[in-house]
């Protein structure tokens, strides 16, 4: 982002993109919510200070998704249940879709779900090795993948699904043999595999949802994607925009029936118009 602020505090439609995450989740009336930080943790802990019921764990040195997730061991093990592991960055997975992605966790009994999507061009993600039963196997990272698991399209979100039974014994056996240096997450799928414990997938029908920002350019996009689905949304509960393509209102602004906003109208924080 080349920017002093951390990533997940830069808004997107008036919510930063932590506090996006956060909406969604609290949906799911989780039991506990953790955040792993590192960069700029201060900040982040101060502009979600108002949030409730949020623990927070620091990454220090950054080793990794794998030695990410494994800060949380004093907080997490010995717990039972499933851990849904999301990123700070990626703020348009929908309620449904996390939901679906839980119930086919716990339907199909498994140890781990991926979310996965279909790119047509998957450069840059991880690609979801395939065993010849059709469980996966492995996660391959672009930068470790052959000519041949870079041809596959279907790609790890970094969305999963996770029993905490046995899990962070695991996490401890994670090794940094690769590109970075690091403690891949994905590898924890390989493990699963060798130890006959079911991983399984599920595959978004949207991929937009699964879209990451690491970038003006990616924010500036992702904006107008916010901007374009909350506009539709304001408009199909009965308010009239007269120019959609330069109107700009932000998730928290409410807007009453029957109101008009004419062209070039920006409406930020919790702004009220037109509701009695």
């Given at each position: 982002m080349k920017s002093a602020r951390p990533k997940v505090l830069h808004d997107l439609a008036g919510r930063t993109l932590i506090e996006h995450v956060l909406h969604t989740t609290r949906a799911l009336a989780a039991t506990s919510t953790t955040l792993v930080v590192g960069h700029g943790a201060d900040d982040v802990k101060a502009a979600l200070a108002g949030w409730p019921n949020i623990q927070f764990v620091e990454q220090s040195p950054q080793l990794g998704t794998g030695h990410a997730l494994l800060q949380t061991e004093a907080l997490l093990s010995g717990k039972k249940g499933t851990l849904l592991l999301l990123y700070g960055d990626v703020p348009l997975l929908s309620i449904g879709t996390l939901q679906r992605l839980l119930?086919?966790?716990?339907?199909?009994?498994?140890?781990?779900?991926?979310?996965?999507?279909e790119f047509p061009d998957p450069y840059g993600y991880g690609r979801i090795v395939r065993a010849p039963n059709g469980q996966i196997a492995r996660i391959v990272e672009e930068r470790d993948a052959s000519a041949e698991q870079r041809a596959v399209h279907e790609v790890n979100s970094g969305i999963y699904a996770l029993s905490l039974s046995k899990l962070f014994e695991t996490l401890h056996r994670l090794a940094a043999d690769n590109a970075q240096g690091e403690y891949y997450l994905t590898d924890l799928v390989a493990l699963y595999h060798q130890e006959e414990r079911k991983v399984d997938a599920l595959c978004v029908d949207t991929p937009d949802e699964l879209r990451g920002i690491n970038s003006r350019i990616e924010l500036a996009e992702m904006a107008k994607i916010v901007r374009d689905r909350r506009n539709r949304a304001v408009m199909l509960s009965g308010v009239t925009l007269e120019d959609p393509a330069t109107t700009y209102i932000d998730e928290d602004v409410t807007i009453g029936v029957d109101t008009t906003i004419g062209p070039g109208v920006r409406l930020q924080g919790r702004t009220s118009v037109g509701a009695r």
């Open positions: 119930e086919s966790h716990h339907a199909r009994h498994a140890a781990a779900t991926v979310l996965t999507a």
